[in-house]
């Protein structure tokens, strides 16, 4: 089972972009997808999750309204669409996924894709 992100990139503030989690393998046991980040010099935090049955979705305060998580089954694909980007949200962008319905600890999540920078210049 692999996850691979992409997407990534460097933007103005203010712009749009669109990441893109692929899963192979995907299994009964991926109950939910999170997106979380790593800006720099700080630690990895929580943006998204989905859970892949219900479409239920949760976000961090600071995304809520901006950013959008959500799933292809059929192509075994969660996006997070990024809108009204801002400084604060360079990183590195990882997906994840858990075993759980739905979780904000990274610590629940088993699988990790390998990340995607995000660059947002003011």
């Known amino acids: 089972v692999q996850l691979q992100a992409s997407g990534g990139g460097s933007v103005q503030y203010g712009d749009s972009l669109r990441l893109s989690c692929v899963i192979s393998?995907?299994?009964?046991?991926?109950?939910?997808m999170g997106w979380f980040r790593q800006p720099p010099a700080k630690e990895r935090e929580f943006v998204a999750d989905?859970?892949?049955?219900?479409?239920?979705?949760d976000y961090a305060d600071s995304v809520k309204g901006r950013f959008t998580i959500s799933r292809n089954g059929a192509k075994s694909t969660v996006y997070l669409q990024m809108n009204d980007l801002k400084s604060d949200d360079t990183a590195v962008y990882y997906c994840?996924?858990?075993?759980?319905?739905?979780?904000?600890?990274?610590?629940?999540?088993?699988?990790w894709g390998q990340g995607t920078q995000v660059t947002v210049s003011s």
């Open positions: 994840a996924t858990s075993p759980l319905p739905t979780a904000r600890d990274k610590a629940s999540y088993n699988l």
């Open positions: 393998g995907l299994t009964v046991s991926m109950n939910s």
């Open positions: 989905i859970s892949w049955r219900s479409g239920r979705t």
